[in-house]
């Protein structure tokens, strides 16, 4: 365990003991605080903090391949969605002749289109190992197939950041195609309940943002472990010098896919658990805007930390929702003025601020 | 109605006709203008009988003695059954239903009467043999009328409803033709008629007549003649001619798909070629590339509602305003952000990310999130009709050419004006431009410049297709960079050819794959091309590629 967090030791501990503190101090809030006590967390609230730490989980594993790797992916929310969709379809399918049209077996979207039966695409689905399985297995596959191809040819830098968008935006205008059966437009929605229980209890909240803090905190170890490794130390060399690195002898193109894949895959379940919390998943998740938007999150929290951008997640995502709320308008001024501020004033984001101040001091 | 009542009337009302028409004959000696009067009278009380002979007689009374007009207006309210009597007195009206309320006119003087009942009104009905006949003297005194245009239309009425009755009269209307495309589809009518005819060489005369014609009316008339046609020689001459219908008709669609994947493809090169000087030649990602376009077409809004009486001028006032706008918003962008990250290109690509936020969310407070239409000029729409199945649209053809011109231009001033050729020197080597005293701070600047003002131009191009919203950029952005990349970055000639080429491509898949399909084979396609060939088509030359 130790060695595992042999480099950045001290922080990796804290940050692992708020992680927990917080994911049993938040559903012992709400469940056992009364409402009326100052200290209760309603369930909306408690909600909101599970969402922000799939986000975190997001994060986690878009810095992998950003902070460690120097792929600046922009289609990581491409891997988000599909693990979102792979939960949603298991939902849907749980909601079985509760519908609107009371179908038991089609979900209440395909009975509007006048499908006689179940996409093949949609069978298993009924299964939450399967589910779960898919969620992790569907974001992979994609991003070793991409990226198979994109590293082995050696397509780097914007380049690749640029197709990377182009791959989230076409899934983003498929998925809008009624045709392709996730619900189009509207994507899937209506969710009853999940394993039985169901959505809206407080007690499935509770477990479902337990269950985020543990996927968080099992990220945050599966990454410092891969960045402690041989393996690391290769990725990061890749990151600083790719030529070298490969006249040296190393396959940079295996490295880069292999990392990129387990990333893909934390991203996937990042976003099954996502979604039962916010009870929607449709295809805006796919815009290139979210995609961005994650890359903020890693950058203002500081590249190749592992827990900076968990901290820039929460932070950039608690301002989003206040300003959301609070001043519409200004959401994307501000959002637009961190983007070119930490670019241009803080390359290695806040953890970095900290980490100079210390060492100047 | 029964039989007998049926006689009942022919008894009461039929008898005195014979002495009538005598009556009338003897009266058209005497006062010209008095019989016919009279006769128009008579036609139109024959018209309130229920035997169809009587009618017919009724037309033709109305055929010989009505004034052009009256005729034409009776025949058409005829046809249109709208023409009724009133059950008590006879008289013959016109109704026009206006909502729940029948407002009835008398044919005879053309006062408006109080409105009545339905029940009260009787349709006049007709049979298909009446109608046709109606049919053919509308159309022969169309067909004879002076201008040319009406003449045209009842020409092309013809062909859309053939009517074997006027065969005969449209052979003698095309001797006295005069004007060259009446001329033709009266000859394509004609051919029409005798097709129908029972003699051999006149249908095979008929057949030469259609030859080449791309109407489709005359191709539906040709499958049904071969299917219906005996004589072996002429249904095999009919089947040659439906052959080459056929092959002319793919051959326009084929050339409508490219002129559609032409304007398509314009677009998109309009949309890139600002890129492709700030990507291509100074390396620099600009995601806010597409809100510089959507300033441009901003710009062309705000030019429009400054001068409202005069749109067209205000379009091409626009032009160069566009590039003024979006070109300075260049160079302050460039000068405040993107001169601190030269060298670091994924943070490049950030920083112009935030900046299009920011310039999308500063549209959306000024002139609010709605979609803004700006108006197109008068002279650019409508389309230029090659022939009945292929014509182009002006706006597009307008989109085309202007691309051609914006390119050209552009390629004269990186290749013959000195600010050209310092900016192909910078990008080549910038230390020896340097070194021979190229200020390369300043042509950075400039150039950046000079890729924005254009993306600016194409702003107010893309203000002619689309609606002008704070979106409008962001829809572009990845199509321009995907154009950039695949026609090999740091080449004018590849952005052109390869955003034509996408642009046809697209329109190619799109009838069997749809839209949004196409657009998706395209993008997958365009990121397994860049893998397999990442330099893009015409790549750079050096050591680089």
Redesign the interface.
Known sequence: MVSILMNNKRASIIFLACLGFATVLVPILNLLVGPDNAFHIPTYTMSMLGKYLTYALLAVAVDLVWGYLGI?SLGHGAFFALGGYAMGMYLMRQIGDRGVYGNPILPDFMVFLNWQELPWFWHGFQWFWFAILMAVLVPTLLSIF?GW??F????T???L???T???T??LL??F??NEMGFGGNNGLTDFKDILGFSLQSDYTRASLFIASGIALAFGYLCCQYIVNSKLGRVCTAIRDSESRVQFIGYRIENFKLWVFAFSAALAGIAGALYVPQVGIINPSEFS?LNS?EI??WV?VGGRATIYGPVIGALLVNYAKSFLTAAMP?S???V??????V???FL?HGITGLLKSKKESQ | MTFASLSYIRTTFFLPVPAIIAFVFFAAIATGTETTTVEFEEGLSLLTQNDFDQKERGIDKIDISADPMKKKEIFTALLSDQLFYIKKDKTLVFVEEDESVYRITSVLSGIELTALKKRKLTKISLNNTLRQKINSILARQNLSHQDPQVRLAAANKLLEEPNPSIVSLLASRLTDEKDAKVKKTLSLALGLGQLKDDAPDKRLNALTNLKGSLNPSVRNALVKFIHEEQDETIKKKAEQVLRDIDSMVSFFGFAETLFFGLSMGSVLVLAAIGLAITFGVIGVINMAHGELIMIGAYTTYVIQQLMPESIGLSLFLAIPAAFIVSGLTGIVIERSVIRFLYGRPLETLLATYGLSLVLQQAVRSIFSPLNRTVITPDWMSGSLAINSIFSITINRLSIVIFCGVVFAALFLIMKKTSIGLQVRAVSQNRAMARAMGVRASRVDALTFGLGSGIAGIAGVALSQLTNVGPNLGQAYIIDSFMVVVFGGVGNLWGTMLGGLSLGIANKFIEPWAGAVLAKIIILVFIILFIQRRPQGLFPQKGRVA
């Open positions: 600046l991409f191809f994109a082995r040819s050696r397509v830098g914007v380049y950041s640029i197709i968008q182009a791959l935006f076409s205008l498929a809008f195609r290139p961005i890359v903020v950058a308008e959401w994307l001024f959002l637009g003025a961190i983007f070119i930490v670019t241009l390359p």
